[in-house]
């Protein structure tokens, strides 16, 4: 079964850290490009940050650039978004994704995504 499942979500005070992980299952992850996004309440979904199969490609969001760091293990097929001086506004929903296969990877935009996990929740407050 395809499946992706996010997790590493939580709640944690502005300037502290969360490590998401994504995990898929039922198919091998080496050949997708993969992403994660957010969402939140009120907001349409965005690309955080991306990354190519063979990791010589990331795009980032500027409001996470310096402070968020995707890296992927194929090995065990699992990709992560570390997150650092967390702020208030970065409280949302986060998704992985991987790259619609007809597409080429060109940019993080959600519509360019096809399989979406379930999704966890990062609170960042005080």
């Known amino acids: 079964q395809w499946q992706l499942v996010e997790s590493g979500g939580g709640l944690v005070q502005p300037g502290g850290s969360l490590r998401l992980s994504c995990v898929a299952s039922?198919?091998?992850?080496?050949?997708?490009?993969i992403g994660w996004f957010r969402q939140a309440p009120g907001k349409e979904r965005e690309g955080v940050s991306c990354?190519?199969?063979?990791?010589?490609?990331?795009y980032s969001a500027d409001s996470v650039k310096g402070r968020f760091t995707i890296s992927r293990d194929n090995a065990k097929n699992t990709v992560y978004l570390q997150m650092n001086s967390l702020k208030p506004e970065d409280t949302a929903v986060y998704y992985c994704a991987t790259l619609n296969p007809l597409l080429l990877f060109r940019r993080c935009q959600p519509g360019d995504f096809s399989s979406w996990g379930q999704g966890t929740q990062v609170t960042v407050s005080s």
């Open positions: 990354i190519s199969t063979s990791d010589s490609k990331t």
């Open positions: 039922g198919f091998t992850l080496d050949f997708y490009a």
